[in-house]
């Protein structure tokens, strides 16, 4: 890769102390560099600056020069350069940092400029914070606490604006709680390619719509929610559901695609209540699609395995767990992983494989990529089986070299990890010559034709490893505890491995790095533990020429909004 080149750093001072920043920094970044916070509503820094709330305003300086010598005119008393205070506030966001320039964030002028702003946000605001949706992440709570008067002036009644409207299948709209920030519209326009939000009627009348014959339906909708600052965008799935304060985050990966998107997973007892977006400008900004927040269903999903089977009846997990021994000791045996198998159990299916001196593939899983956070590698994990050498070439869809192998007679034993043999091309035939054994987490043809079927986790319920389509290495954990009899995936193939080989590798996924450090050379200077929360790039090049599914590694470009070659 071809390293960043140094940007222009420009001196500026904020409130008596100097940073240096990139050229182009705005106030709001580079107060925040010092520790200084701006409030501020409609900015975000990954859409385009308006400057319509006001709330960011500030007063500036620039050094004081001679006009016809240009040369600086000192202060009497100091020595130092003086500073020409403008009469008038500006605003943080749209104020870019030049050599020189002076802020200053804590002045009376400052201080009333906010409490005016406030003012007029809550003059048609309803004050009923405790049954507010947003409450507990609403930025107009909290800068009314650190920045409003603390009482109003306003005696008039209130303009009661829509209630609980429907913008699309996903967002609803309390539009009384609505301060006109236009970000939902920036972003429906920038990010999401969708312009279908705006503003109708005038001042205190002013309301968010979705324009004539449009809704708000598009597979980025639900982060219009993420990026409302107050109550007024909510997720018509997790309205009123939960407090958020209740809920417990766990940082996670999206595992619908190789984007590898960053996440959230906010759970309280055992149950998840909602995904959201993690920021990580290296893969996904801010943003994820819908559809990832949506993965969470399937985990009390009506059909989901909480027995071990033994030729479709009911069995004690140790026996099952025997018998599928015993089968993978007869020999003649074949792997099906999946690219949604973590690099630590993809390693471990690779050692089992080894071990038996049985071929092993993986499925692939082919849709249409948007160009924004959908790639059309709908597996998350396969730079993970190519990295851990599980596999040697890219999958295909169909498993025509183990269809071949099971009519030679060559293949009498089939463990597949959660994939359905029937629909990547095996014949009804073909499943009768072979004993399967199934590891899956939902019912379906697999787990009732098993010779043995134990049933696993989900991505939710385990913690580990995925290499995205950047060759990015990124970590998940845990949320939630799995059912009552299901069992890790990774426990299941190290304990697989210990009775087939003997060998002492563990199903504890921190344990089984020392072994992944050793054995493969790209995790060699890395330890989960050090692995940063934004990931960490791989060496691909051993792998460069291979037709991904998405042509080259791709990364987001918030600029283009495309997906666009590193």
Same mark, same amino acid.
């Given at each position: 890769?071809?390293?960043?080149?140094?940007?222009?750093?420009?001196?500026?001072?904020?409130?008596?102390?100097?940073?240096?920043?990139?050229?182009?920094?705005?106030?709001?970044?580079?107060?925040?560099?010092?520790?200084?916070?701006?409030?501020?509503?409609?900015?975000?820094?990954?859409?385009?600056?308006?400057?319509?709330?006001?709330?960011?305003?500030?007063?500036?300086?620039?050094? $004081?020069?001679?006009?016809? %010598?240009?040369?600086?005119?000192?202060?009497?008393?100091?020595?130092?350069?003086?500073?020409?205070?403008? +009469?008038?506030?500006?605003?943080?966001?749209?104020?870019?940092?030049?050599?020189?320039?002076?802020?200053?964030?804590? %002045?009376?002028?400052?201080?009333?400029?906010?409490?005016?702003?406030?003012?007029?946000?809550?003059?048609?605001?309803?004050?009923?914070?405790?049954?507010?949706? #947003?409450?507990?992440?609403?930025?107009?709570?909290?800068?009314?606490?650190?920045?409003?008067?603390?009482?109003?002036?306003?005696?008039?009644?209130?303009?009661?604006?829509?209630?609980?409207?429907?913008?699309?299948?996903?967002?609803?709209?309390?539009?009384?709680?609505?301060?006109?920030?236009?970000?939902?519209?920036?972003?429906?326009?920038?990010?999401?390619?969708?312009?279908?939000?705006?503003?109708?009627?005038?001042? *205190?009348? *002013?309301?968010?719509?979705?324009?004539?014959?449009?809704?708000?339906?598009?597979?980025?909708?639900?982060?219009?929610?993420?990026? /409302?600052?107050?109550?007024?965008?909510?997720?018509?799935?997790?309205?009123?559901?939960?407090?958020?304060?209740?809920?417990? #985050?766990?940082?996670?990966?999206?595992?619908?695609?190789?984007?590898?998107?960053?996440?959230?997973?906010? *759970?309280?007892?055992?149950?998840?209540?909602?995904?959201?977006?993690?920021?990580?400008?290296?893969?996904?900004?801010?943003?994820?699609?819908?559809?990832?927040?949506?993965?969470?269903?399937?985990?009390?999903?009506?059909?989901?395995?909480?027995?071990?089977?033994?030729?479709?009846?009911?069995?004690?997990?140790?026996?099952?767990?025997?018998?599928?021994? #015993?089968?993978?000791?007869?020999? $003649?045996?074949?792997?099906?992983?999946?690219?949604? /198998?973590?690099?630590?159990?993809? !390693?471990?299916?690779?050692? &089992?494989?080894?071990?038996?001196?049985?071929?092993?593939?993986?499925?692939?899983?082919?849709?249409?990529?948007?160009?924004?956070?959908?790639?059309?590698?709908?597996?998350?994990?396969?730079?993970?089986?190519?990295?851990?050498?599980?596999?040697?070439?890219?999958?295909?869809?169909?498993?025509?070299? &183990?269809?071949?192998?099971?009519?030679?007679?060559?293949?009498?034993?089939?463990?597949?990890?959660?994939?359905?043999?029937?629909?990547?091309?095996?014949?009804?035939?073909?499943?009768?010559?072979?004993?399967?054994?199934?590891?899956? %987490?939902?019912?379906?043809?697999? *787990?009732?034709?098993?010779?043995?079927?134990?049933?696993?986790?989900?991505? !939710?319920?385990?913690?580990?490893? !995925?290499?995205?389509?950047?060759?990015?290495?990124?970590? !998940?954990?845990?949320?939630?505890?799995?059912?009552?009899?299901?069992?890790?995936?990774?426990?299941?193939?190290?304990?697989?491995?210990?009775?087939?080989?003997?060998?002492?590798?563990?199903?504890?996924?921190?344990?089984?790095?020392?072994?992944?450090?050793?054995?493969?050379?790209?995790?060699?200077?890395?330890?989960?533990?050090?692995?940063?929360?934004?990931?960490?790039?791989?060496?691909?090049?051993?792998?460069?020429?291979?037709?991904?599914?998405?042509?080259?590694?791709?990364?987001?470009? +918030?600029?283009?909004?495309?997906?666009?070659?590193?």
């Amino acid at each position: 890769m071809i390293a960043p080149t140094q940007p222009d750093l420009i001196t500026v001072n904020i409130d008596g102390r100097e940073i240096a920043v990139p050229k182009g920094t705005n106030v709001i970044e580079a107060a925040r560099r010092l520790g200084i916070e701006v409030p501020h509503y409609c900015y975000h820094p990954k859409l385009t600056i308006v400057g319509n709330c006001r709330m960011c305003l500030v007063e500036m300086g620039l050094p $004081a020069v001679d006009p016809a %010598t240009k040369t600086p005119i000192l202060d009497a008393a100091t020595g130092k350069q003086k500073v020409n205070w403008m +009469p008038r506030p500006t605003i943080g966001c749209a104020t870019n940092a030049s050599p020189g320039l002076h802020i200053r964030t804590t %002045t009376p002028l400052v201080k009333e400029c906010r409490e005016g702003v406030m003012e007029f946000l809550l003059i048609n605001h309803p004050l009923d914070c405790p049954i507010c949706d #947003q409450a507990g992440e609403c930025s107009l709570q909290e800068h009314a606490t650190g920045y409003g008067r603390g009482y109003s002036r306003f005696i008039e009644d209130k303009n009661v604006k829509p209630k609980r409207t429907q913008l699309g299948p996903r967002v609803t709209l309390d539009d009384e709680r609505c301060i006109l920030c236009s970000r939902c519209v920036r972003f429906s326009q920038e990010i999401a390619k969708d312009d279908v939000l705006g503003f109708i009627d005038r001042g *205190s009348y *002013s309301t968010l719509t979705c324009y004539p014959g449009k809704k708000l339906e598009n597979n980025y909708s639900l982060n219009t929610v993420d990026i /409302c600052p107050v109550g007024a965008l909510t997720s018509t799935d997790f309205r009123f559901k939960m407090r958020v304060w209740f809920l417990k #985050q766990t940082d996670s990966i999206d595992p619908e695609s190789s984007v590898g998107c960053n996440t959230v997973v906010w *759970s309280r007892e055992g149950v998840i209540y909602r995904i959201t977006p993690r920021s990580n400008d290296e893969v996904n900004d801010a943003w994820m699609p819908d559809s990832g927040r949506e993965l969470y269903k399937r985990v009390r999903a009506a059909g989901r395995l909480t027995e071990a089977k033994i030729g479709g009846g009911s069995a004690p997990p140790e026996a099952a767990l025997a018998k599928a021994v #015993q089968l993978l000791k007869a020999g $003649a045996v074949a792997f099906v992983a999946s690219g949604h /198998c973590s690099v630590e159990e993809q !390693f471990l299916t690779k050692k &089992l494989a080894d071990a038996l001196q049985a071929p092993a593939w993986l499925v692939s899983r082919v849709g249409k990529g948007d160009g924004i956070l959908l790639s059309a590698d709908r597996n998350p994990n396969v730079r993970g089986a190519l990295v851990t050498g599980l596999i040697k070439e890219l999958p295909s869809a169909q498993l025509t070299a &183990l269809a071949a192998k099971i009519d030679a007679g060559e293949i009498k034993t089939v463990l597949s990890i959660g994939e359905d043999l029937a629909a990547a091309g095996l014949t009804a035939a073909q499943l009768k010559k072979v004993s399967i054994i199934y590891l899956g %987490t939902r019912a379906n043809a697999m *787990s009732a034709a098993a010779a043995v079927m134990l049933p696993t986790l989900k991505v !939710f319920e385990k913690s580990g490893t !995925f290499i995205n389509q950047q060759f990015r290495l990124q970590k !998940f954990s845990k949320a939630v505890p799995g059912p009552a009899g299901a069992t890790d995936d990774l426990v299941l193939l190290a304990k697989f491995l210990t009775a087939v080989s003997g060998g002492t590798l563990t199903g504890d996924v921190d344990a089984l790095w020392t072994t992944l450090k050793a054995e493969i050379p790209q995790f060699s200077a890395i330890t989960l533990a050090s692995l940063p929360a934004t990931g960490l790039l791989l060496d691909r090049t051993p792998w460069a020429g291979l037709p991904f599914a998405e042509g080259e590694t791709l990364h987001y470009k +918030p600029a283009q909004l495309t997906a666009a070659t590193t």
